[in-house]
């Protein structure tokens, strides 16, 4: 809860920051796997990999060495050098975010790392804004990664086993998205962020992550939309991290009762990533690489066009572990939502945050 | 690098931020196992606990409900409920920061999960004062906790094993610090912080953390002193997190060799907590609850009291994974600084950072 006391107009409402400054997204990349190369978004990509162990001796070495290459081609289009960059903001889903770690190890600059499972794009977004917004730095590079391999062997199965995937199941993404958020530029800002809170329907199955996730989504959308004094026809598109099928299906149902209906201005990046029909995945794709790379590979591209004026990305985490699904605990989640608006002529500044 | 065009106040040299606005740490709170109760600090601590499991069925519980307790101390002790405060930052060593969620999840405000291992109290203090610095909140909890036995049985051995520990291992503390950062209030001020990049020296032994931690932490050091334009005795305490006596030595002779002695003024959380003489913990303390109860209990009480005036807080930690090492790899570390001032008439102020 915000105290009254010292609210500033930099606070609007119980979760949600707003940015003055409105720091600049100059850059982004996204590398990704086979199988997402194969989905329908492959041409928004900068790299597709031909198979998951990119030359490298082990699949989590594969996904460090994927963050370093996303981060790398968003430094280059924007004309820096890593080392120019003021600050590292990164996490994935690996034990002690290992992937992100290694990154930061090559990358040689100052590094912050971050947990908020498949939430960590927005997490890592809002910590980005806050630095640049508040004057602290001046560049910082968010960069989140997934590997589909290295997290099935750590959270679930050996993929040798070859487990049997229920209906429900989602398909960790391999993908690493890097973005440069910067206090001047040209590029997409970022006008607002509502940092979430920890909520627990009693989910217990890991297998049905949309569903454990889905009232987190809902309880981000519905205090940012309070928070603001936003009308449901405020964003062009409500996009959520990676609910997939099940969870986006919960999510609908969760703000129609209440009385929200967003209608096809919401989607889902575990359901743009994939062709559910052909691909095998289930319900969808998953991972913090999910939303990392169908932001920075996609949603960036149609806000850099103007094509979306004004988006609000609900990165969706599942903050449990092995070690408490095998104690029977149920699912903790989170969603951080970030409003992002195009500077392309004649879009943004749609209804909204401008109080 | 800090880029020139916009360099502003806020920012020292390459790696240092100052926070004008002075975040002031109105509360702190510590909870601790019985093992560091019967420590040289034991008279520091709020609650130690009479066993390892207080009550809870599992190991990870337990850690939960620590970290819990903390908090909800530290908010007492400043008659704050946990819901009138703005944000958590927190996190952990186990798997997904586990016992940060669960106990977000309780706590039910704006939750931000962090990873820095036992680096994570500088990181969620420098980030708890880049939102109350800029305005983004005006109470925020910095909680970070380990324990003993679910760390052991995570990243090495099961306790029951009974493996015998090498002269350079250290031992995992089992505490929870919390720490209400905020706008206004009395206490201790937080000055600046130094965000740490990834070193790797080459260390691949995880039992031997401290020879793996000490280039980060000089590192650190120098660039904070560097960066701040501060001469050696601009600090009563230097104090690194969890360097143990095997780390400690090699980060003397580190900064020795670097032109810097700091004498008696150099001093080390993981020697603080144990009697090495007594309590079987071979090179000394480790786990991200050592700094945290260390600092929250001990030294805070000390900068409250005026008999510290200012202090370097660097938290070092280990950014290895048991992956990593079965993998042959080396350990990533990293050291985070927070330059904390005491507030008590006639100490603070000491040379340093007023530039």
């Given at each position: ?44 990509f ?10 490298q ?9 994927m ?6 081609i ?19 889903l690996?034990n ?9 190890r ?7 790392g ?19 917004d ?55 800002v970022?006008?607002?962020?509502t940092?979430?809170?920890?909520v ?6 890991s297998n ?11 309880q ?17 598109l ?21 009385g ?28 913090c ?46 969603a ?11 879009k943004g ?7």
């Open positions: 809860m915000m105290t009254a006391q010292t609210a500033t107009t930099k606070r609007l409402g119980a979760q949600t920051i707003r940015f003055q400054g409105k720091p600049v997204i100059i850059s982004t990349a996204s590398v990704v796997g086979p199988k997402e190369g194969q989905g329908p978004l492959s041409a928004d900068d790299v597709i990999k031909p198979d998951t162990h990119f030359g001796a082990s699949w989590e070495h594969a996904e460090t060495a963050m370093y290459e996303a981060a790398g968003a430094a280059g289009k924007c004309g820096l050098g890593l080392q120019e960059l003021d600050l590292m903001l990164a996490g994935d690996l002690q975010t290992l992937a992100s770690s290694f990154a930061a090559q990358i040689y600059i100052p590094f912050l971050l947990y908020g499972a498949c939430s960590t794009l927005a997490e890592s977004m809002t910590l980005a804004s806050v630095f640049i508040g004057g602290y730095a001046s560049r910082v590079l968010a960069a989140v990664s997934s590997h589909h391999d290295s997290a099935e062997r750590q959270y679930r199965y050996p993929t040798e086993f070859g487990a049997q995937r229920v209906p429900s199941a989602q398909w960790t993404v391999t993908g690493a998205g890097a973005a440069i958020i910067a206090a001047q530029g040209e590029g997409p970022i006008a607002s962020a940092i979430g809170k920890v627990d329907f009693g989910i217990k199955d049905d992550m949309g569903s454990a996730m889905a009232p987190a989504a809902a981000t959308i519905l205090q940012h939309l309070k928070d603001t004094g936003s009308p449901a026809d405020a964003y062009d409500v996009v959520t991290g990676d609910l997939a099928e099940v969870g986006n299906k919960i999510l609908l149902k969760l703000l129609s009762e209440a929200l209906n967003l209608g096809n201005r919401l989607d889902d990046c575990g359901l743009m990533i994939f062709d559910r029909q052909t691909q095998n995945v289930k319900s969808g794709g998953s991972g690489g999910c939303s990392a790379v169908v932001f920075c590979g996609h949603l960036n591209s149609r806000l850099l066009s103007g094509e979306l004026g004004r988006i609000l990305l609900v990165c969706t985490g599942a903050l449990l572990s092995p070690t408490s699904y095998q104690q029977g605990d149920t699912i903790p989640c989170i951080h939502a970030v409003c992002i608006e195009s500077s392309a002529s004649g500044g749609r209804g909204g945050t401008s109080t």
